[in-house]
């Protein structure tokens, strides 16, 4: 093992090969070969591929859930909202391997996969409070806010917006749209 490998190192690599390279192109040889040792020395720190996918989908949500959470600090309500969609966008266009190992993991419903999912939710609900929405209400529009940002980051990522029209305004148009009508619903 070389020294000062560790499964951090490892899944810091897989993720900068997948930002640079794409997800698709992550297999156990290609991050061995980006750090420059032999493939055999990763399953000191990985079970295989598949639980490189898992340590990664995981790694990528606690980064997202940090992005979010530095998004909403100071910030309540519409504007905490706000900022986590833009800051949820944002991450995409960084970190776009690494946002699409969030959607390729082996097993979604994995339970280390589902805690880590699970803590972007929670920040979610917490600032979501404000509206004093049931908890149902809640998680429907958690949802909601998450299909909006991962349908317009997905797109935008696939080159689907070729019209001459700023992403940044059409992003901060949705938003708004989002939030006036949580706004309305909530009243």
């Given at each position: 093992m070389r020294k000062g490998l560790d499964k951090m190192t490892v899944l810091e690599a897989t993720a900068e090969l997948a930002d640079q390279e794409g997800y698709e192109q992550i297999t156990l040889a290609s991050v061995a070969n980006r750090l420059q040792i032999r493939t055999p020395s990763l399953y000191n720190h990985v079970q295989g591929l598949p639980g490189?996918?898992?340590?990664?989908?995981?790694?990528?949500?606690?980064?997202?859930k940090e992005e979010l959470v530095?998004?909403?600090i100071g910030k309540t309500g519409e504007e905490a909202l706000y900022s986590i969609g833009v800051a949820y966008v944002s991450f995409v266009r960084q970190h776009p391997g690494?946002?699409?190992?969030?959607?390729g993991a082996p097993d979604p419903l994995d339970s280390d996969i589902q805690e880590a999912g699970n803590e972007i939710i929670a920040l979610l609900l917490r600032v979501l409070e404000t509206y004093r929405l049931d908890h149902e209400d809640a998680l429907h529009t958690v949802r909601g806010l998450r299909s909006l940002v991962h349908g317009f980051a997905?797109?935008?990522?696939?080159k689907g917006f070729n019209m001459?029209?700023?992403?940044?305004?059409?992003?901060?148009h949705i938003l708004n749209t989002y939030v006036t009508g949580l706004r309305t619903k909530s009243s």
């Open positions: 490189l996918k898992k340590e990664l989908a995981c790694y990528a949500l606690r980064k997202l530095e998004a909403a690494l946002y699409e190992a969030t959607m997905s797109l935008e990522l696939r001459d029209v700023n992403t940044d305004e059409t992003l901060r």
